[in-house]
C-alpha cells in the first residue's frame, strides 16, 4: 500500500530533510525511524522537496510504500509517539500506485518571515530572521514583482546546485505586513537551492534603501550570482504548500506560519 503524509517540522535542530551518511540529525532519518517502528519494516521516504539546514516545513508531504496493515489512526498517532516534538505528522492518507510525493507535485509554495524591530526576539529568534535596521516594505512589494513569470533564475541559484535547469516559473509572490513583522509567499513550479534564501537577501537590501526596487529585476536579467545580495539566513524560510492534482484527493494543500495576533 502507497500512503502520502504532510509534515510539520521545526528545522532549527536539524541538519536538512536528506538523510546523510555520517551521523547528524536530519528530518528524513528521524521520520523514517519512527515510521519503521509503526511497521515493524523498515520504511523509506520520497519527499515532495529537500528543506536545507534550519529551515522550517508546515506543510512538507512525502509518500512511502508499506506492507504493514494499520489503520490509518494506527499510523497517525503511532508515528508521532515515536517522533520527537520537533516533528509531527498531520495527516497521513493511502492513496494511488501513480502518485509520486515529488514528481505528482505541480507547485510549491514557500514563507519567508523578518522580524524588524531594534531588539531580536529571545523566544523565536530561531523561528524567523531579525533585521534590526528599518525596512521599506512598498519597495520591496515592488522589487518582488520582477519575480513572477518564468526566467532563468542563476542569479539566486546556491553555487552547488544540482537542478538540471535554472529555469522556473513564478505563479505567486505577495510581501506583506504586520507590526515588526514582515512577510512574504512565494509560490513557483520549483525551486532552486538557496532560491528564496538569496531572493530575500536581495528584498531586504533593496527594504535597506542600498539598491532601488528595480534592482532586482536587474540581477534577474543578469543570470550571475555574483551580482545578488547575500544568502538570507534559513531560521525565517517555510516550506508552507504543496499542490498536487484534485484527483488525488489530498487532505489540505497550505499550512501556513503566523506568530502575530
Request: with cysteine; charged share 20%.
Amino acid at each position: 500500500m502507497r500512503y502520502a503524509a504532510c509534515v510539520e517540522y521545526d528545522g532549527s535542530q536539524f541538519n536538512g530533510w536528506q538523510a546523510q551518511k555520517h551521523d547528524v540529525r536530519t528530518v528524513q532519518q528521524t521520520l523514517e525511524a519512527a515510521l519503521s517502528k509503526v511497521a515493524n519494516e523498515d520504511i523509506q521516504l520520497i519527499t515532495a522537496g529537500r528543506t536545507d539546514a534550519k529551515v522550517h516545513a508546515t506543510h512538507q508531504v512525502v509518500h512511502f510504500i508499506s506492507d504493514a496493515e494499520r489503520d490509518i489512526t494506527a499510523w497517525l498517532r503511532g508515528c508521532n509517539r515515536f517522533l520527537p516534538k520537533d516533528v509531527r505528522v498531520q495527516w497521513l492518507v493511502p492513496v494511488s500506485d501513480d502518485f509520486h510525493a515529488r514528481f505528482s507535485a505541480q507547485a510549491r509554495q514557500y514563507r519567508y518571515v523578518i522580524f524588524n524591530n531594534r531588539v531580536n526576539s529571545a523566544i523565536l529568534r530561531q523561528q524567523l530572521t531579525h533585521v534590526y535596521y528599518d525596512l521599506d516594505v512598498e519597495a520591496m512589494q515592488v522589487a518582488g514583482q520582477s519575480l513572477l513569470g518564468e526566467h532563468d533564475f542563476t542569479s539566486f541559484r546556491a553555487a552547488g546546485c544540482q537542478a538540471h535547469s535554472p529555469v522556473r516559473t513564478v505563479s505567486q509572490f505577495k510581501l506583506s505586513h504586520q507590526g515588526d513583522w514582515i512577510w512574504f509567499d512565494i509560490k513557483a513550479n520549483a525551486f532552486l537551492q538557496h532560491m528564496v534564501r538569496n531572493i530575500a537577501g536581495c528584498l531586504i537590501a533593496v527594504g535597506s534603501g542600498k539598491y532601488p526596487a528595480a534592482w532586482l529585476g536587474e540581477v534577474l536579467a543578469l543570470r550571475d550570482r555574483t551580482k545578488a545580495g547575500v544568502t538570507a539566513p534559513a531560521n525565517g524560510l517555510y516550506l508552507v504548500g504543496v499542490d498536487y492534482p484534485s484527483e488525488f484527493a489530498l487532505p489540505s494543500q497550505l499550512r501556513q506560519v503566523q506568530y502575530w495576533a
